[in-house]
């Protein structure tokens, strides 16, 4: 299991990375040493197979809102495809208009991430989709509910089998499965930083490489770094100096809640950093909603530095550079509602 960052290994790879680049060509190497570009295909999924009849369901079962108890609510309430992946709120809205307790993280490109969640209890997309399912706060359903309301819209039957060939394709786990191979779709490759990891020099203007050998020199690629510009490991929020009550809750202490070890106190897996000029609010509370607030709180709370405007400005403009093509779905057709069809219920 991956360990968050104490603070002494948090300083010792800050100031592994501290040399300034020595000429541009050095940037892009440096660069290179530290991030990979997105493939243009999404990897395989331990044990769970791509087809287009899975990808299909997969992409039905997504936006299917009857997979909640109120038939109000489907994935993309939370994760919207068209707007970063995200719902743009603060905390999203669930079952009888509860608000969750941390902000909806992206699902473009979470299938790079070590875990999912803000505190990891997922191990992979197949663990996170049945999650918010059966959540009170969320989708408010059951496992067996799940399969009984599929069951309960024919339409359903032909596309199970189609994407699960075999006996009584409609399960839970089924449904799970189909969902985390849709979602490892929804990736957003080509974005100028991938160009430029790729050796183009020109994808990225002046200033944005030199937020770039900032985002490197100040330490922040001790965490964001990787194909996904983060997403790899967990670290404490408040490494040098803890945010405010506001920003950094004081009730939810992240990872421990998982893991009850007292050293994963207000630990929380480090965001990845792809398309997060279009992803506000910023944090697991979603209190900051300025880009350019959050990279330098980061600054103060995670590497004790002042960062100046013309940094925070750099740096700023370097993260518009992880913005890459967004996935273009169509809406599915979904099987229609039968007189039989469970109910939802308030």
């Not at 100031?15 to 940037?27: F, I, K």
Request: proline share 9%.
């Amino acid at each position: 299991m991956m360990r968050p960052l104490t603070l002494a290994s948090f300083l010792v790879v800050i100031g592994t990375l501290a040399s300034p680049a020595r000429s541009q060509s050095d940037l892009m190497k440096q660069a290179q040493g530290l991030f990979k570009p997105l493939p243009a295909q999404p990897p395989a999924l331990p044990d769970n197979p791509a087809s287009p009849a899975k990808v299909a369901l997969g992409k039905m079962l997504y936006f299917d809102p009857r997979l909640s108890e109120s038939h109000a609510i489907s994935c993309n309430s939370c994760h919207m495809i068209g707007m970063g992946g995200v719902d743009l709120q603060e905390t999203s809205l669930g079952h009888r208009w509860q608000h969750g307790g941390r902000n909806a993280p992206t699902v473009y490109n979470a299938v790079f991430d070590v875990a999912q969640f803000w505190d990891g209890r997922a191990k992979d997309l197949e663990q996170q989709a049945g999650g918010p399912l059966v959540n009170p706060v969320e989708m408010d359903t059951t496992t067996g509910h799940v399969v009984e309301q599929l069951k309960g819209i024919p339409g359903y039957a032909a596309v199970f089998a189609k994407a699960f060939p075999g006996t009584d394709p409609i399960t839970f786990e089924n449904v799970r499965r189909a969902i985390a191979v849709f979602e490892a779709t929804l990736m957003t490759p080509n974005a100028p930083f991938d160009r430029y990891l790729r050796g183009d020099e020109q994808a990225l203007d002046g200033r944005q490489k030199q937020g770039l050998a900032l985002f490197i020199g100040k330490g922040c690629a001790a965490c964001h770094s990787g194909i996904n510009a983060g997403g790899q490991r967990y670290a404490p929020f408040g490494v040098v100096e803890r945010p405010g009550a506001d920003i950094l809750p004081p009730g939810d202490k992240g990872r421990f809640a998982v893991t009850k070890t007292v050293s994963d106190e207000y630990v929380f897996r480090v965001p990845s950093l792809r398309n997060v000029a279009l992803t506000p609010p910023y944090f697991h509370s979603g209190k900051v909603w300025d880009l350019r607030q959050a990279v330098a709180i980061m600054g103060n709370s995670q590497l004790g530095a002042r960062l100046t405007d013309a940094e925070v400005d750099q740096i700023s403009a370097f993260l518009g550079t992880l913005t890459g093509d967004q996935p273009r779905v169509t809406l599915p057709s979904l099987p229609p509602s039968v007189a039989t069809t469970p109910r939802p219920k308030p």
